[in-house]
Protein backbone atom coordinates (compact mmCIF):
# COMPACT_ATOMS: atom_id res chain seq x y z
CA UNK A 1 0.00 0.00 0.00
CA UNK A 2 1.05 3.23 -0.97
CA UNK A 3 1.19 6.85 1.00
CA UNK A 4 -1.70 7.86 -0.97
CA UNK A 5 -3.92 4.87 -0.96
CA UNK A 6 -3.13 4.88 2.92
CA UNK A 7 -4.81 8.79 3.00
CA UNK A 8 -7.68 8.02 1.05
CA UNK A 9 -8.42 4.78 2.98
CA UNK A 10 -7.98 6.46 6.43
CA UNK A 11 -10.29 9.60 5.13
CA UNK A 12 -13.04 7.28 3.36
CA UNK A 13 -13.33 5.33 7.00
CA UNK A 14 -13.06 8.61 9.46
CA UNK A 15 -15.34 10.83 7.14
CA UNK A 16 -17.60 7.41 7.09
CA UNK A 17 -18.14 7.45 11.13
CA UNK A 18 -18.63 11.24 10.84
CA UNK A 19 -21.25 10.61 8.46
CA UNK A 20 -22.93 7.83 11.39
CA UNK A 21 -22.43 10.46 13.96
CA UNK A 22 -23.81 13.22 12.09
CA UNK A 23 -27.16 11.11 11.03
CA UNK A 24 -27.49 10.06 14.86
CA UNK A 25 -26.97 13.51 16.33
CA UNK A 26 -28.94 15.04 13.10
CA UNK A 27 -26.71 17.77 12.77
CA UNK A 28 -24.15 17.70 8.94
CA UNK A 29 -22.32 20.60 10.21
CA UNK A 30 -19.71 18.07 12.53
CA UNK A 31 -17.90 18.01 9.05
CA UNK A 32 -16.79 21.43 9.74
CA UNK A 33 -15.32 20.45 13.44
CA UNK A 34 -14.06 17.00 11.54
CA UNK A 35 -12.29 18.64 8.65
CA UNK A 36 -9.36 19.85 10.45
CA UNK A 37 -9.05 16.67 12.45
CA UNK A 38 -8.81 14.72 9.10
CA UNK A 39 -5.49 16.35 8.30
CA UNK A 40 -3.76 15.65 12.01
CA UNK A 41 -5.47 12.28 11.57
CA UNK A 42 -4.05 10.96 8.28
CA UNK A 43 -0.97 13.31 8.77
CA UNK A 44 0.33 11.18 11.64
CA UNK A 45 -0.77 7.66 10.48
CA UNK A 46 1.38 8.52 7.56
CA UNK A 47 3.87 9.17 9.64
CA UNK A 48 3.87 6.57 11.82
CA UNK A 49 3.75 4.24 8.69
CA UNK A 50 5.70 5.66 6.03
CA UNK A 51 7.79 8.25 8.10
CA UNK A 52 11.69 8.00 8.09
CA UNK A 53 11.75 10.78 10.70
CA UNK A 54 13.40 13.16 8.79
CA UNK A 55 13.18 17.12 9.62
CA UNK A 56 10.94 17.67 6.79
CA UNK A 57 8.54 14.96 7.73
CA UNK A 58 8.48 16.34 10.75
CA UNK A 59 7.92 19.84 10.41
CA UNK A 60 5.05 19.56 8.01
CA UNK A 61 3.48 17.28 10.15
CA UNK A 62 3.54 19.59 13.00
CA UNK A 63 2.72 22.75 11.23
CA UNK A 64 -0.29 20.54 9.92
CA UNK A 65 -1.54 19.48 13.53
CA UNK A 66 -1.29 23.13 14.69
CA UNK A 67 -3.33 24.38 12.30
CA UNK A 68 -5.59 21.38 12.07
CA UNK A 69 -6.25 21.07 16.02
CA UNK A 70 -6.70 24.75 16.38
CA UNK A 71 -9.36 25.20 13.70
CA UNK A 72 -11.43 22.47 15.26
CA UNK A 73 -11.28 23.45 18.36
CA UNK A 74 -12.61 26.67 17.24
CA UNK A 75 -15.14 25.60 14.91
CA UNK A 76 -16.26 23.87 18.30
CA UNK A 77 -16.76 26.38 20.29
CA UNK A 78 -18.24 28.39 18.06
CA UNK A 79 -20.89 25.30 17.26
CA UNK A 80 -21.44 25.10 21.41
CA UNK A 81 -25.23 25.54 21.54
CA UNK A 82 -26.08 26.83 17.95
CA UNK A 83 -27.45 23.53 16.37
CA UNK A 84 -26.99 22.57 12.57
CA UNK A 85 -25.39 25.42 10.78
CA UNK A 86 -27.31 27.45 8.16
CA UNK A 87 -25.82 26.19 5.33
CA UNK A 88 -26.50 22.72 6.25
CA UNK A 89 -30.46 22.99 7.09
CA UNK A 90 -30.88 24.18 4.03
CA UNK A 91 -29.83 21.14 2.01
CA UNK A 92 -31.55 19.21 5.23
CA UNK A 93 -34.75 20.94 4.04
CA UNK A 94 -33.94 21.31 -0.35
CA UNK A 95 -32.84 17.32 -0.48
CA UNK A 96 -36.03 15.70 1.02
CA UNK A 97 -36.06 11.68 0.62
CA UNK A 98 -32.58 12.28 -0.76
CA UNK A 99 -31.07 13.44 1.82
CA UNK A 100 -29.22 11.02 3.38
CA UNK A 101 -27.28 9.17 0.55
CA UNK A 102 -26.46 13.25 -1.04
CA UNK A 103 -25.27 14.11 2.78
CA UNK A 104 -23.08 10.62 2.32
CA UNK A 105 -21.95 11.62 -0.92
CA UNK A 106 -22.00 15.37 -1.06
CA UNK A 107 -20.96 16.87 1.99
CA UNK A 108 -18.91 13.79 3.18
CA UNK A 109 -17.21 12.08 0.58
CA UNK A 110 -16.29 15.41 -1.16
CA UNK A 111 -14.98 16.85 1.96
CA UNK A 112 -12.40 13.71 2.16
CA UNK A 113 -11.67 14.30 -1.43
CA UNK A 114 -11.05 17.86 -0.83
CA UNK A 115 -8.72 16.74 2.34
CA UNK A 116 -6.95 14.32 0.32
CA UNK A 117 -5.68 17.01 -2.39
CA UNK A 118 -5.16 19.63 0.09
CA UNK A 119 -2.98 17.28 2.16
CA UNK A 120 -1.00 16.53 -1.01
CA UNK A 121 2.20 18.54 0.51
CA UNK A 122 1.94 16.30 3.52
CA UNK A 123 1.70 12.99 1.28
CA UNK A 124 4.56 13.83 -0.66
CA UNK A 125 6.71 14.73 2.15
CA UNK A 126 5.49 11.50 3.89
CA UNK A 127 6.49 9.67 0.46
CA UNK A 128 10.24 11.00 0.08
CA UNK A 129 11.47 13.86 2.39
CA UNK A 130 14.21 15.33 0.11
CA UNK A 131 17.40 16.34 1.02
CA UNK A 132 18.66 18.89 4.12
CA UNK A 133 16.21 21.62 5.16
CA UNK A 134 17.51 24.81 3.42
CA UNK A 135 15.99 27.96 2.26
CA UNK A 136 12.55 27.43 0.87
CA UNK A 137 11.75 25.30 4.07
CA UNK A 138 12.59 28.70 6.12
CA UNK A 139 10.51 30.36 3.75
CA UNK A 140 7.85 28.01 3.80
CA UNK A 141 7.77 28.11 7.97
CA UNK A 142 7.72 32.17 8.05
CA UNK A 143 4.89 32.66 5.50
CA UNK A 144 3.09 29.50 7.48
CA UNK A 145 3.51 32.08 10.85
CA UNK A 146 1.82 34.60 8.61
CA UNK A 147 -0.62 32.69 7.72
CA UNK A 148 -1.52 30.72 10.64
CA UNK A 149 -1.39 34.22 13.32
CA UNK A 150 -3.66 35.57 10.79
CA UNK A 151 -6.02 33.43 10.65
CA UNK A 152 -6.24 32.41 14.72
CA UNK A 153 -6.48 36.16 15.66
CA UNK A 154 -9.08 37.13 13.19
CA UNK A 155 -10.99 33.91 14.41
CA UNK A 156 -10.39 34.86 18.31
CA UNK A 157 -11.41 38.38 17.42
CA UNK A 158 -14.88 37.11 15.72
CA UNK A 159 -15.54 34.77 18.62
CA UNK A 160 -15.23 37.47 21.21
CA UNK A 161 -17.20 39.85 19.27
CA UNK A 162 -19.68 37.16 19.10
CA UNK A 163 -19.76 36.55 22.67
CA UNK A 164 -20.44 39.85 23.62
CA UNK A 165 -24.47 40.44 24.05
CA UNK A 166 -23.95 43.96 23.22
CA UNK A 167 -23.42 42.87 19.74
CA UNK A 168 -26.21 40.47 18.98
CA UNK A 169 -27.07 41.61 15.11
CA UNK A 170 -23.97 43.72 14.38
CA UNK A 171 -21.04 42.86 11.76
CA UNK A 172 -18.18 42.72 13.08
CA UNK A 173 -15.54 45.88 11.45
CA UNK A 174 -12.60 46.39 14.00
CA UNK A 175 -9.22 44.58 14.43
CA UNK A 176 -7.82 42.49 11.28
CA UNK A 177 -11.66 43.20 10.25
CA UNK A 178 -11.63 46.18 9.41
CA UNK A 179 -8.90 45.67 6.61
CA UNK A 180 -10.24 42.70 5.22
CA UNK A 181 -14.05 41.18 5.32
CA UNK A 182 -12.68 37.82 5.76
CA UNK A 183 -9.14 37.62 7.54
CA UNK A 184 -9.09 34.17 8.83
CA UNK A 185 -10.07 32.68 5.16
CA UNK A 186 -6.95 34.92 3.67
CA UNK A 187 -4.61 33.52 6.62
CA UNK A 188 -5.76 30.35 6.03
CA UNK A 189 -5.12 30.76 2.10
CA UNK A 190 -1.24 32.12 3.16
CA UNK A 191 -0.38 29.06 5.34
CA UNK A 192 -1.24 26.55 2.61
CA UNK A 193 1.31 28.61 -0.02
CA UNK A 194 3.19 28.00 3.38
CA UNK A 195 3.29 24.39 3.33
CA UNK A 196 3.56 23.96 -0.30
CA UNK A 197 6.94 25.89 -0.53
CA UNK A 198 7.98 22.92 2.03
CA UNK A 199 6.57 20.09 -0.34
CA UNK A 200 8.81 22.07 -3.14
CA UNK A 201 12.05 20.61 -2.05
CA UNK A 202 11.03 16.71 -2.54
CA UNK A 203 10.46 14.88 -5.60
CA UNK A 204 7.45 15.94 -7.61
CA UNK A 205 6.82 18.76 -5.05
CA UNK A 206 5.40 20.69 -7.68
CA UNK A 207 2.16 18.33 -7.51
CA UNK A 208 1.29 20.00 -4.52
CA UNK A 209 0.35 23.71 -5.80
CA UNK A 210 -2.67 21.87 -6.42
CA UNK A 211 -3.47 22.10 -2.34
CA UNK A 212 -2.89 26.33 -1.77
CA UNK A 213 -4.81 26.39 -5.43
CA UNK A 214 -7.69 24.44 -4.15
CA UNK A 215 -8.02 26.21 -0.93
CA UNK A 216 -8.06 29.99 -2.78
CA UNK A 217 -10.51 28.76 -5.42
CA UNK A 218 -12.82 27.01 -2.16
CA UNK A 219 -12.81 30.41 -0.26
CA UNK A 220 -13.30 32.78 -2.61
CA UNK A 221 -15.40 30.93 -5.39
CA UNK A 222 -17.54 28.30 -3.79
CA UNK A 223 -18.39 27.51 -0.10
CA UNK A 224 -15.92 30.50 1.66
CA UNK A 225 -17.05 33.92 0.88
CA UNK A 226 -19.69 33.58 -1.43
CA UNK A 227 -21.96 31.19 0.18
CA UNK A 228 -21.34 33.12 3.55
CA UNK A 229 -21.76 36.77 2.26
CA UNK A 230 -25.40 35.39 1.00
CA UNK A 231 -26.42 35.51 4.22
CA UNK A 232 -26.44 39.32 4.67
CA UNK A 233 -26.91 40.01 1.26
CA UNK A 234 -30.05 42.53 2.35
CA UNK A 235 -27.79 43.46 5.36
CA UNK A 236 -27.89 47.22 5.35
CA UNK A 237 -24.86 47.39 7.76
CA UNK A 238 -23.05 44.44 5.79
CA UNK A 239 -23.64 46.48 2.74
CA UNK A 240 -21.65 49.79 3.94
CA UNK A 241 -18.92 47.76 5.49
CA UNK A 242 -18.80 46.10 2.10
CA UNK A 243 -18.29 49.08 -0.04
CA UNK A 244 -15.72 50.34 2.60
CA UNK A 245 -13.69 46.94 2.60
CA UNK A 246 -11.74 44.18 1.18
CA UNK A 247 -12.92 40.75 0.29
CA UNK A 248 -10.06 39.20 0.74
CA UNK A 249 -6.37 40.87 0.77
CA UNK A 250 -6.08 43.18 3.51
CA UNK A 251 -5.98 46.93 2.81
CA UNK A 252 -7.05 50.12 4.27
CA UNK A 253 -10.60 50.84 3.71
CA UNK A 254 -11.78 52.82 1.72
CA UNK A 255 -12.83 56.58 2.47
CA UNK A 256 -15.82 58.48 3.02
CA UNK A 257 -17.86 55.28 3.03
CA UNK A 258 -20.23 55.00 6.37
CA UNK A 259 -19.58 52.85 8.44
CA UNK A 260 -22.83 51.80 10.24
Known amino acids: MTVFLLCGLVLFVFMTAIFVLAMIVKDNSIVDVAYGLAFVLTSWVLFFTYGSGHLRQWLIVVLVSLWGVRLAVHIALRKKGEGEDFRYRQWREQWGETFVWRSFLQIFMLQGAVVFLVA ?20 GVVIW ?10 DWQLLRFKNNPDNRGKIIQSGLWRFTRHPNYFGEAVLWWGLFLIACQVPYGAVAIISPLLIDFLLLKVSGIPMLEAKYENNAQFAAYKARTNAFFPWMPKAGVRND
Open 145 to 154: LFGFGFESIG
Open 120 to 139: LPTQLVINSPGGHLGVLDLA
